[in-house]
């Protein structure tokens, strides 16, 4: 039978294990996908870890809103995608049920767009929710338009890759930001304008000396934590400060650097709305057809080798995406040095 990770209890990334379970047969309205590679994301470190602010059943709760496979089956009154195309997943609108840390899984079909061409499926599992989420918060929520300065906290992050690339399609100009100064090089390499390194730079003071003393128009973070008001510093006058994530789960300040506009976002806000849908897979289309976009993976794994992937996350040294990629059983994958 086709393997499945689960987790019976929250905790450690080795609370995560494989079992085996039947295949599910698709509902009016669903696909079923055969997955081959998979996006790890924070979204699946909170959840097994129990910080995941929502629900979670358990025991046998699954894992996983990121992946790419072909249709294996479609159900009752399916339109879109046959059986042997290439897919997306967009959403998994309950991933503790149906999550893509798996061989198959069942979604409905308007939660896939095609597999961009010319894109395998190692990076196309490094795609969605990275892009989706940078081009949602900064092109759908704050409206960033060619010359402003979009500053990028968390920049070596997936999401702050994906930024930065999308910032330079758009014309504007990405300052990135890092706590280590180990990465610099690379960061510019991706295309930053600029790096700032907090480990010996003010975020204010630099945003500042890099935009003629303005300071950014957004600033993008996906930190949060006590920090939150002091980053506020770094934007000017009426910018705007939107946040995609919490990398430090302490409480966060709240910012007073009026005047400001303060956004939250959350991928799902749009990767459910099937217009927005359309909208972000055809920037992405556009994007890695002139080269533009260009999903980065840092390292892969084996659906074996999960346990291994969630601590290699767990030490926050990645550079885009952990990917795992799934193969039929009996073809087993060596575990990433």
């Known amino acids: 039978m086709p393997r499945v990770v689960v987790f019976d209890r929250t905790g450690a990334p080795d609370v995560l294990h494989i079992v085996d379970q039947p295949v599910t047969e698709p509902a009016a309205g669903e696909v079923r996908i055969r997955i081959e590679a998979i996006g790890v994301n924070r979204l699946d470190q909170m959840m097994r870890a129990g910080s995941y602010p929502g629900p979670v059943r358990?025991?046998?709760?699954?894992?996983g809103c990121e992946g790419t496979g072909v249709v294996d089956a479609v159900g009752p009154g399916v339109e879109g995608p046959g059986v042997g195309d290439a897919v997306v997943i967009t959403a998994v609108p309950e991933m503790d049920l149906n999550g893509t840390y798996a061989e198959y899984t069942t979604v409905p079909a308007a939660s896939v767009v095609p597999r961009p061409a010319g894109l395998d499926a190692t990076g196309a599992a490094a795609l969605?929710?990275?892009y989706s989420t940078a081009y949602g918060a900064l092109v759908e929520k704050a409206g960033m338009r060619p010359g402003d300065h979009v500053l990028i906290t968390a920049a070596s992050s997936s999401v702050g890759l994906a930024a930065l690339q999308i910032a330079h399609q758009i014309g504007a100009v990405p300052l990135a930001v890092t706590r280590h100064t180990a990465k610099k090089e690379g960061l510019l390499?991706?295309?930053a304008a600029a790096v700032i390194v907090t480990d010996h730079e003010d975020v204010a003071e630099a945003a500042r000396r890099h935009t003629g003393g303005a300071g950014a128009d957004i600033i993008l973070d996906s930190v949060m934590g006590p920090g939150l008001a002091d980053l506020a510093k770094a934007a000017r006058a009426g910018g705007t400060l939107v946040t995609v994530g919490w990398l430090d789960p302490r409480p966060a300040s709240f910012p007073?650097?009026?005047?400001?506009?303060?956004?939250?976002?959350?991928?799902?806000?749009?990767?459910?709305?099937?217009?927005?849908?359309?909208?972000?897979?055809?920037?992405?289309n556009a994007g890695l057809r002139t080269g533009a976009l260009r999903p980065t993976v840092d390292r892969e794994f084996g659906l074996d080798d999960i346990v291994e992937a969630h601590r290699y996350l767990e030490q926050g040294h990645q550079a885009g995406k952990i990917v795992v990629t799934v193969r039929p059983r009996g073809v087993r994958r060596a575990s990433a040095p």
């Open 256 to 284: 007073m650097s009026w005047p400001l506009t303060v956004l939250g976002y959350a991928s799902f806000e749009h990767t459910l709305d099937p217009t927005v849908v359309r909208r972000i897979a055809a920037f992405l």
């Open 58 to 63: 358990l025991p046998h709760a699954r894992l």
């Open 128 to 130: 969605w929710v990275a």
């Open 189 to 191: 390499a991706a295309g």
